[in-house]
Structure formats: C-alpha cells, structure tokens
C-alpha cells in the first residue's frame, strides 16, 4: 500500500493527538481526581429547607465522624449560604484538619451556579432542581478560595468563600 507524504503526516498527527488528549484525561482522572459530581438527585428548588441536608440549622460544617465531615451550602444569587455562627453572623470560612474527608452537598434557590474549591479536585456546577455532592480528602494544607464560576448575573463575582485546612 502505498501512502502518500501528506496522508503519512496526517496520519501521525491524527494518531499523536489522539495520544495526547487520552493521556491528558488520564492526567485528569487518575491524577488530579477529576469526576462528574453526584448521581442525578432532585430538590423542589422553591422549597430546599425540606431537605434534611439544606434545613437552616443543618447548613455549613459538620463533623459526622471522627475526621469525617459534611459541608452542606446553599447557593443563590450572589451568596453561599453556609449557614450562621454563634453570633448570628453568616458563616463564609470553614475549617478542616489536614487528611479529613469532606462531603461537599450544595444546592441552588435560583439559576446555575459553581462551586469550586481552587487548588483541590472539588468542582461542580450547582443546578437548580438538583443536588450536588462531591467527596474528597482534603491533602493539603493552607486556605482555598471557593469561587462561583459559572456566569451568573452582577453580582457573580461576589460569591466566595475559604476552606482553610489546618494541620
Ligand atoms: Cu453564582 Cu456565578
């Protein structure tokens, strides 16, 4: 068979990125732990206090082991409910040990959101109707800045928060 220069070269090139995206996924999966969010779960997005996880009371961090923890968030334009502290003021830092399994649980009351932990495999888009869940060992320490990075109106850039995992 004979095979043109410019068929050779293609075809190199062709199988040469095929490689590449494939290791790059890889990279991604096995390396970094990058995975689609939950299981497909709906939530009354106008009534999201009837689930147990998103009842005021139940908001932000709780410890549900010994180095086990849940973090339930509620999102909506522009905030991140994490619910209050002791003063009554709105939680936006929360705190974990180095090595400590954190189940991340969020909804939204209005239109898409995101919510990703920067610098860990935490990141998922918050859809209304849904719930999102992602669990995730917390490695390393230092403060990871929550962010909201999906468009979401004037004042998505106002939506934050910090995770700060402590030794
Ligand atoms: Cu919420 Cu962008």
Not at 23 to 47: R, V, Y
Not at 80 to 86: L, Q, R, S, V
Not at 106 to 119: E, R, Y
Request: overall charge negative; aromatic content about 10%.
């Amino acid at each position: 068979m004979h095979l043109h220069k410019f068929e050779k070269i293609w075809l190199v090139f062709g199988m040469a990125s095929l490689a590449l995206f494939l290791l790059i996924t890889g990279f991604a999966a096995f390396w970094k732990g990058t995975h689609p969010q939950s299981h497909i779960e709906t939530i009354d997005p106008q009534n999201v206090e009837a689930h147990e996880a998103f009842k005021p009371e139940n908001l932000g961090l709780q410890e549900v082991a010994d180095g086990k923890y849940t973090v339930n968030i509620v999102a909506s334009a522009f905030n991140y409910d994490f619910g209050t502290d002791a003063d009554g003021k709105a939680v936006k830092r929360i705190r974990v040990p180095k090595g400590s399994t954190v189940l991340f649980q969020i909804t939204t009351k209005d239109v898409v959101h995101g919510f990703q932990v920067a610098g860990t495999n935490v990141n998922m888009m918050v859809e209304p109707g849904h719930v999102s869940r992602l669990e995730t060992v917390m490695k390393n320490t230092g403060e990871f800045t929550v962010v909201c990075n999906e468009y979401c109106g004037v004042g998505h850039h106002q939506m934050f928060a910090v995770v700060e995992v402590y030794e």
